[in-house]
């Protein structure tokens, strides 16, 4: 069983006297900085100068820095800028100014788990991640509660990288719910693996598939689209908030005995043989070569992929559904 950890198992004064230096202020790095400093920690923001997030970091009432200043200055480092453009930051402005004692931190831990930022020996490496995109962190604050993160450390120079670990996910809020102990590994495989089997590339290519069936047996695409697309969120909803039994007791019973039945022999054991293979993919660090590749070669290929995404038809029809929906204008 894992360990999870609550308000009672953490300290804030760990790190009461240090310096937090957030790399990044979009959606993690402004939520994440406004909810440490409102646990009484001292923030300091780290930006390209006169960028947006610069005004808007300085609006939000932060001093802000230019990036190697930032992590000059700070005791403690987040690293909360894009997956693919840390490497080259970290390289540039960060490992420059890693004295002895520091603490890097990452809210992911892809660039460390397939050695594209390797840390100085004489720091701590730390991970705190919050499973909930910054604005959900950050009304969840505010509300007197939090979300669920996960921490892990990756080299433990002071001794006190767990401690220090568990401060910050406290001054996240994310104590509040429960924050569970986790490896670089793990976090990183389990991620990718879920966002490419689940989350995205699952998810995208089940309601595609089930849109497109729909339109070839001859519904109308708008009808196809509330089928495969629009109550898709509905249901989600109710296995987040109720667990997938919950769902099913809220559904009827024709929805009940077809989905349990029929459920099995869309997603068989050839689809999870399928994901089978992705998980190895990410294992041996395969995926990892291929989008480290693609992202230096320009990232033509993602550009094509979503070039097609955005041209499919149930894209039309939903934009067109949206709009209905008051969603979009």
């Known amino acids: 069983m894992v360990k999870i950890y609550f308000d009672k198992d953490a300290d804030i004064g760990v790190i009461k006297d240090k310096i937090i230096s957030v790399i990044g202020y979009g959606s993690q790095g402004s939520a994440q900085a406004q909810n440490m400093r409102d646990s009484g920690l001292k923030v300091i ?28 200055i700070g005791d403690i480092i987040f690293m909360l ?33 397939f050695g594209q930022i390797v840390p100085p020996k004489n720091i701590d490496v730390i991970m705190v991640a919050p499973k909930s995109p910054g604005p959900r962190l950050r009304e969840t604050y505010l509300s007197g509660f939090g979300v669920p993160a996960l921490i892990a450390i990756y080299q433990d120079y002071s001794g006190k990288a767990k401690s220090i670990a568990l401060a910050i ?58 089928e495969a697309c629009n109550e898709a969120k509905l249901i989600m909803d109710l296995i987040y908030q109720k667990g997938i039994v919950g769902m099913l007791r809220a559904v009827s019973d024709t929805a009940k005995y077809g989905g349990l039945t029929i459920g099995p022999k869309v997603i068989d054991e050839h689809v999870k043989e399928n994901m089978r293979r992705v998980a190895r993919d990410v294992q041996s660090g395969k995926f990892a070569k291929e989008w480290i590749a693609e992202h230096e070669a320009g990232e033509k290929t993602l550009e094509k992929l979503m070039k097609e995404i955005e041209e499919h038809p149930i894209e039309k029809v939903g934009a067109l559904i949206r709009r209905m929906s008051g969603l979009e204008k």
Request: net charge negative.
């Open 81 to 113: 800028v894009p997956d693919m453009v840390q490497p080259a930051i970290y390289r540039e402005s960060i490992a420059p100014n890693l004295s002895e004692g520091k603490v890097l931190d990452f809210a992911h831990g892809f660039n460390v788990h």
């Open 169 to 226: 996910a406290k001054a996240l809020g994310c104590t509040r719910a429960g924050v569970i102990e986790t490896t670089f590994k793990d976090e990183t495989e389990s991620d990718l693996i879920g966002e490419q089997t689940v989350l995205v590339g699952g998810l995208i290519e089940l309601i595609k598939k089930g849109f497109e069936v729909l339109v070839e047996c001859g519904y109308p695409p708008e009808l196809a689209y509330f």
């Open 45 to 72: 923001v780290g930006v390209r100068p006169e960028g947006e997030s610069w005004r808007r970091a300085k609006e939000d009432g932060f001093e802000v820095y230019p990036v190697p200043e930032a992590a000059r």
